[in-house]
């Protein structure tokens, strides 16, 4: 699945996506990256929503979750079970999340599969952070659930 393809299937499954203008720059198994323009996601001091900082970095842990999953079973449903953010600095630009797999993840993705694959259910933690240009604003951990 392309970018632009994923970035479609958000739209029409996660209709606040498209609301907010999220945007699928990178999808591959190892690394995702999202943006979200400031505009339509402004409070009220000109920098953007915390509820739409998390809402970013909720589903850019969501999608690498999808790109690992989909692959053993197209229909599994996937959820946030826990989460946990640190909002670090304002944002006053478009802004990024980024989801990307270290060494450690990747092994953490194996068992992720295999447990899913014997159980038709397994849960992943992911690390994503959200960057305001080259600032980083927000750190996120998400326990991800994926069952049949």
Not at 135 to 140: I, Q, R, S, V, Y
Request: with cysteine; proline share 3%.
């Amino acid at each position: 699945m392309t970018e632009y393809e994923f970035q479609q299937f958000l739209h029409n499954q996660i209709p606040l996506t498209k609301a907010m203008d999220f945007n699928v720059l990178e999808f591959t198994p190892s690394k995702v990256r999202i943006s979200a323009k400031l505009e339509p996601n402004i409070n009220h001091m000109s920098t953007a929503f915390g509820g739409s900082i998390n809402c970013l970095l909720t589903i850019c842990g969501w999608a690498m979750t999808y790109i690992h999953i989909k692959e053993i079973d197209v229909n599994t449903h996937i959820v946030l079970q826990k989460s946990s953010i640190n909002y670090l600095a304002p944002i006053s630009n478009d802004f990024v999340a980024e989801c990307v797999l270290s060494d450690k993840d990747q092994e953490n993705i194996k068992n992720f599969s295999r447990t899913y694959s014997k159980h038709k259910k397994s849960k992943l933690k992911l690390n994503i952070s959200c960057y305001d240009e080259q600032t980083l604003a927000a750190k996120f951990q998400g326990l991800y659930v994926a069952y049949k």
